[in-house]
């Protein structure tokens, strides 16, 4: 029987090849509309999801991870999951549409009441969502999963550019979105055959795992996404498509790189959450991967960002270069504590982390409030950089209450990775120098963009390998490296050409 760090590894590399496909296809996606549409439209409609975000969080069961976590979930713990959504997702689509005229008028923007109700429909579709699926991710089974989000992914990537190029309006974002959940649902259906039932048997038992998560998704989200509102309210709707977009770039490649690894954790670590020394060793082994992967891609994206707009989405949209920059490098650094979420789950210790989430949120909400009113949209983005690094030292906080490992040890763990980062962003700043220049031409963005990137990259790759040699090889993300790539050359060796060629000698 595979072991479960194999298994890990599979189901990792299942998720990064779905999140690879997602990411391309949603990166292009995310080029074309903003040449076709305005920063308004991104504006308009982020103000839509982001109240849909947080009514969603605030009612929101977190049933899924309740499923995972539970020992031998039966048939009526997946029906009572089923009703119990559906439920929910009537009664989220009932008070939207009582809420989307009112809003309309909160905001000054007809518009927004029809948005809210095709929303509301979105809410609906969710609703009946298929509570089987979450079998792929206890089992640790990832292919499948694979299917679903890219399928998602693409058809409302399809349905979104065809709308946009015909008809060059902001409906496309929504009938887009409307349409990937739609097929997502179908197909989980299709591919995990379920009859739910009406049934309220498991709901108490549930809810009792799932309600300290709910209220901290709930805050968090709020948390997040508060200053969305915020900005649609005071800074306009073309300022909020520059914050929305950036935003959403900015998170990108950090989260990429590092969801395969988190679908994969909570339910592995749940398996061995009763024996300290394998949680302690497999949450510092995971974590210092992640860190390894994210925090390089992270900062690169955001040395990249001046050309990388400019060659892809066009001048218009500039003004969302230094909130990707400064998002993106801190979302990176984030990743120091990043796991601590699957963690707390795997141990069942969810009111911590919701005493977490109220924490970052009495400190977080306040502070962008008061620099956004006292300095505006600068203000507000040096708010989150402050926030979003003492976030990452409260996380670790909350690593040492559930594992026992200091702040100290974690940060020690990754010391390679934050100094080899360090060398690659002063010889990327030295090399972007030489690009100095007003040159808007594709072929000069292009070329700068490609010299950037393969010089950080080897810039980090080689600091990395030379700080590793220079400490003996400890174990790391760099063992972890050599052992696949020893694997790899096993393999190659052994392969039938090669064993063709020693029987002819």
């Known amino acids: 029987m595979p072991s479960l760090a194999g298994r890990m590894m599979k189901g990792s590399a299942w998720i990064t090849g779905a999140r690879a496909a997602i990411n391309a296809i949603g990166f292009i996606s995310t080029i074309v509309l903003a040449r076709l549409l305005v920063p308004a439209d991104f504006g308009l409609v982020a103000l839509g999801t982001t109240i849909l975000a947080i009514i969603t969080a605030v009612t929101d069961m977190s049933l899924s991870q309740a499923l995972v976590q539970h020992r031998a979930p039966s048939d009526d713990h997946f029906h009572t999951a089923w009703t119990l959504n559906a439920i929910r997702g009537l009664l989220l689509a009932g008070i939207m549409c009582l809420a989307g005229r009112p809003l ?24 009946f969502s298929n509570p089987r699926t979450v079998i792929l991710s206890k089992q640790l089974i990832f292919w499948q999963d694979f299917l679903l989000s890219v399928s998602e992914r693409l058809v409302s990537v399809v349905v979104a550019i065809s709308i946009a190029l015909y008809f060059r309006t902001y409906w496309a974002l929504v009938a887009g979105a409307v349409a990937g959940q739609a097929a997502m649902l179908i197909l989980s259906y299709l591919i995990l055959p379920f009859r739910p039932r009406v049934v309220f048997r498991h709901a108490r038992e549930l809810w009792s795992f799932s309600i300290w998560l709910t209220l901290g998704q709930a805050m968090n989200t709020i948390n997040w996404r508060f200053d969305q509102l915020l900005i649609g309210q005071f800074l306009g709707r073309t300022t909020l498509g520059y914050y929305a977009v950036g935003d ?12 395969p690894l988190t679908h994969t954790l909570f339910p592995a670590l749940s398996r061995i959450a009763d024996e300290p020394h394998r949680l302690r060793a497999g949450y510092q082994r995971a974590q210092s991967i992640v860190t390894a992967v994210a925090l390089p891609v992270g ?5 990249l960002a001046h050309p990388l707009v400019l060659a892809a989405m066009g001048a218009k949209w500039l003004p969302a270069v230094p909130i990707i920059q400064a998002l993106s490098a801190v979302f990176a650094l984030q990743t120091l504590g990043s796991l601590v979420q699957p963690l707390g789950m795997a141990k069942g210790e969810t009111k911590l982390l919701f005493r977490r989430d109220l924490q970052m949120f009495l400190i977080r909400l306040p502070t962008i409030i008061s620099a956004m009113m006292l300095w505006g949209l600068p203000g507000l983005i040096y708010a989150r950089v402050f926030t979003g690094l003492f976030a990452a030292f409260v996380n670790m906080g909350v690593v040492r209450r559930l594992t026992g490992l200091a702040v100290r040890t974690q940060l020690k763990a990754n010391w390679r990775s934050l100094s080899s ?6 010889g990327v700043m030295l090399i972007q120098r030489w690009f100095v220049s007003d040159r808007t031409d594709l072929p000069f963005l292009l070329m700068e963009l490609a010299i950037i990137a393969i010089s950080g990259a080897v810039i980090y790759i080689g ?6 040699i220079a400490a003996r090889r400890p174990p790391g993300p760099e063992t972890e490296v050599a052992q696949i790539l020893a694997r790899l050359l096993n393999r190659l060796s052994k392969s039938p050409a090669a064993h063709d060629r020693d029987q002819t000698r």
């Open 104 to 127: 309309a008028l909160l905001y000054g923007e007809p518009r927004l009441e029809m948005l809210i109700y095709a929303l509301a429909f979105s809410v609906l579709i969710s609703g």
């Open 248 to 259: 959403n770039l900015a998170q990108m490649p950090t989260r990429e790189a590092i969801t």
């Open 299 to 303: 900062v690169g994206f955001a040395l």
């Open 421 to 426: 980062v360090g060398a690659m962003v002063a």
């Open 463 to 468: 600091c990395s390998t030379l700080l590793w």
